[in-house]
């Protein structure tokens, strides 16, 4: 890939005059464009704008918040469903508990308990699904911003197998 960029087509496609400028918002505009930058004019955006990492750290800390509150409110609302099921087993147990029910009564009750346990495991099937999910947006957003950093600075991220298949 060509890294064309130079420092004032870098600063022109942000709008700024100087990487002094540089705000949290256009950093994430600016990280995207680093691995098409020439080495020399990233370092040199990073030098001039010192808390690019730690407005990166940021940036992940507030996209880690999110995937938090995310998750919580997966839980609270998983687990309200779950408390509705509860109650709604609990109600047929009850009335599967009245002697003077028939046979295909009771039948039918223990159908809808095992119908409403049913939805209580594809919910949990689901809601691993979503955590899973979550899990490897997360994973997905901490390789990019580390892969730009690196990219950046002119690493190698290049990943070898030797003759063995193993990693080098």
């Known amino acids: ?8 087509k870098v600063l022109k496609k942000l709008g700024i005059e100087d990487f002094r ?7 994430i505009t600016m990280a995207s464009m680093l691995d098409k930058m020439d ?10 704008f010192p808390q690019f990492s730690n407005t990166m750290k ?7 918040d999110s995937l938090d509150k995310a998750l919580e409110d997966n839980s ?9 099921c509860d109650v709604i087993i609990s109600s047929l147990q009850k009335e599967l508990d009245k002697e003077e029910l028939s046979f295909e009564e009771k039948k039918y009750i223990i159908d809808k ?9 594809d919910k949990d099937s689901e809601n691993k699904k ?11 957003a901490v390789c990019v911003v580390a892969s730009i950093l690196t990219g950046a600075l002119g690493g190698d991220t ?6 063995n298949n193993k990693f080098v």
Do not use: W
């Open 39 to 48: 080495p020399e004019v990233a370092k040199k955006a990073i030098e001039q």
């Open 1 to 8: 890939m060509s890294r064309a960029l130079t420092e004032q």
């Open 113 to 121: 308990m095992i119908e409403v346990n049913k939805m209580k495991g």
């Open 58 to 64: 940021e940036i992940l800390h507030d996209y880690k």
């Open 21 to 27: 400028h540089l705000t949290k918002d256009k950093v």
């Open 76 to 84: 609270e609302s998983v687990g309200s469903y779950y408390s509705s």
């Open 130 to 140: 979503f955590i899973a999910t979550m899990g490897l947006i997360g994973g997905i």
């Open 158 to 163: 290049k990943i070898e197998m030797n003759d």
